[in-house]
């Protein structure tokens, strides 16, 4: 065997290893209780008080060239 062969497997039964450790996370109890709490975000109403401010404050925008703005 020659060196790119051998790098090749190594790679590949990197990659394996990382992939059944990446299923072992996503999988463990003590991850349970955030990603439950994600897969609601879709459904938080942004207008209750409950959900999380937005990350971009709300920014004005300049008019544009010619002085017409967004309307």
Known sequence: ????NDLRIG???LS?????LIVRWAWSRRN???FDEAQQLPFVDEASPAAPPASRPRVAHAPHKNGAGHE
């Open 1 to 4: 065997m020659d060196l790119m």
């Open 11 to 13: 790679v590949t039964l």
């Open 16 to 20: 394996f290893v990382l992939f059944g």
């Open 32 to 34: 349970k209780a955030a």
